[in-house]
T-cell receptor, first 116, second 110 residues
Framework: GAVVSQHPSWVICKSGTSVKIECRSL??????MFWYRQFPKQSLMLMAT?????????EQGVEKDKFLINHASLTLSTLTVTSAHPEDSSFYIC????????????FGPGTRLTVT | AQRVTQPEKLLSVFKGAPVELKCNYS??????LFWYVQYSRQRLQLLLR??SRESIKGFTADLNKGETSFHLKKPFAQEEDSAMYYC????????????FGQGTILTVHP
């Protein structure tokens, strides 16, 4: 149980275009979803927290107009990287929490974004 | 501000040797601590959390509030334990948000 999927697993896009990454909880309802960014062999950096039906809360230094997050249902959150640039190339990971006092998060497999 | 420090970026041991991955934290309150593991080409997965006081795959971790540490230990390392290990913390106003340490790459040699 507690499986989280991400789509696509990797994407290449041209500079200036936008790309959407989906995060789905497959067998549970995710009250809260989190989006992280991970650089090679480095730690995960939390970008934002999203709760179903409300606006995402962004961490300091993360541009909310550039990284649009939508959490329209209890099983789906999307991250859209708008007007992508090469420096946005990274590994983006989502996680989901069932809530209701459950503190651990279940992680998706990640999406490799390369902006050319 | 909460912070998690894993002082060792790389740790190498031989199969059958004991292993300890260090984790220290900074938090003004009662945090919840976790260890996550990421095997090669796999997703991050929960290894254990301090409140459950369980042993998973032979690993244990004890929360030492006096030393603000949550070191991960295993008495006899196996080759399949080779992975990236992250210590993480949540609590307080940022309850639910995880703060991760930098990670330790464990390599267990045959």
């Amino acid at each position: 149980g507690a499986v989280v999927s991400q789509h696509p697993s990797w994407v290449i896009c041209k500079s200036g275009t936008s790309v959407k990454i989906e995060c789905r909880s497959l067998d549970f309802q995710a009250t809260t979803m989190f989006w992280y960014r991970q650089f090679p062999k480095q730690s995960l950096m939390l970008m934002a927290t999203s709760n179903e039906g409300s606006k995402a809360t962004y961490e300091q230094g993360v541009e909310k107009d550039k990284f649009l997050i939508n959490h329209a249902s209890l099983t789906l959150s999307t991250l859209t990287v708008t007007s992508a640039h090469p420096e946005d190339s990274s590994f983006y990971i989502c996680s989901a929490s069932p809530g209701s006092g459950v503190k651990e998060q279940y992680f998706g497999p990640g999406t490799r974004l390369t902006v050319t | 501000a909460q912070r998690v420090t894993q002082p060792e970026k790389l740790l190498s041991v031989f199969k059958g040797a004991p292993v300890e991955l260090k984790c220290n934290y900074s938090y003004s309150g009662s945090p919840e601590l976790f260890w996550y593991v990421q095997y090669s080409r796999q997703r991050l997965q929960l290894l254990l959390r301090h409140i459950s006081r369980e042993s998973i795959k032979g690993f244990t971790a004890d929360l030492n509030k006096g030393e603000t540490s949550f070191h991960l230990k295993k008495p006899f390392a196996q080759e399949e334990d080779s992975a990236m290990y992250y210590c993480a913390l949540t609590g307080g106003t940022s309850y639910g948000k995880l703060t991760f340490g930098q990670g330790t790459i464990l390599t267990v040699h045959p």
